[in-house]
């Protein structure tokens, strides 16, 4: 079946830090990925979509300069927490559709990074 | 996409069937209701989706009600890994792809 692969799984670092978070897709072409935020206890809250070649499209309240997402190929999405603080500490996971499916097919998701900022 | 009401919890016991509810009375004829569950410190993976009519996969069943202003999800024979959060969430093909979770169903599976 269809594998996302999201790295690191987790990372600490000290406030201030740009933090990269890789997500890839292994065995198919991504046209179109979804990152997420999760705080603990609550549910998943859609950050941002990116397709590839074209810019993402962030969800309200979601700063684009503080969250630098790319997706420069079909199996490829990064991104980056710039300069971040204790309060950008979440689980961020990515997800990502299958170009080559339906449109109504399930999206698959990496199993996630948890961030800490100290 | 229209919104989804799910009990914020149930139990159930090892080895027996289970039934997760989901009403969505607001559903709209082009919302297909979708059901992902989540692991504890994992991504989510979907289980089972549809439109009017019952589905089956290897994981689960979908009951649909006729007026399709709720469903049901079933899981033939719990086990202790299916301890999840599971999500039921409605999705309009012509609003895009992304998915709107709400807070979903914590399962827990006691042996």
């Known amino acids: 079946g269809a594998v996302v692969s999201q790295h690191p799984s987790w990372v600490i670092c000290k406030s201030g830090t740009s933090v990269k978070i890789e997500c890839r897709s292994l065995d198919f072409q991504a046209t179109t990925m979804f990152w997420y935020r999760q705080f603990p206890k609550q549910s998943l809250m859609l950050m941002a979509t990116s397709n590839e070649g074209s810019k993402a499209t962030y969800e309200q309240g979601v700063e684009k300069d503080k969250f630098l997402i790319n997706h420069a190929s079909l199996t490829l999405s990064t991104l980056t927490v710039t300069s971040a603080h204790p309060e950008d500490s979440s689980f961020y996971i990515c997800?990502?559709?299958?170009?080559?499916?339906?449109?109504?097919?399930?999206?698959?998701f990496g199993d996630g990074t948890r961030l800490s900022i100290l | 996409d229209a919104k989804t009401t799910q009990p914020n919890s149930m139990e159930s016991n090892e080895e027996e069937p289970v039934h997760l509810p989901c009403n969505h009375s607001?559903?709209?004829?082009?919302?297909?209701i979708h059901w992902y569950r989540q692991l504890p410190s994992q991504g989510p993976e979907y289980v089972i989706h549809g439109l009017t009519s019952n589905v089956n996969n290897r994981m689960a069943s979908l009951a649909i009600a006729e007026d399709r202003k709720s469903s049901t999800l079933i899981l033939h024979r719990a086990t202790l890994r299916d301890a999840a959060v599971y999500y039921c969430?409605?999705?309009?093909?012509?609003?895009?792809?992304?998915?709107?979770f709400g807070k979903g169903t914590s399962l827990l599976v006691t042996p």
């Open positions: 969430i409605l999705r309009d093909l012509n609003s895009g792809y992304a998915l709107n």
């Open positions: 997800s990502a559709r299958d170009g080559g499916q339906g449109n109504n097919q399930p999206q698959h």
């Open positions: 607001t559903i709209s004829g082009t919302d297909y």
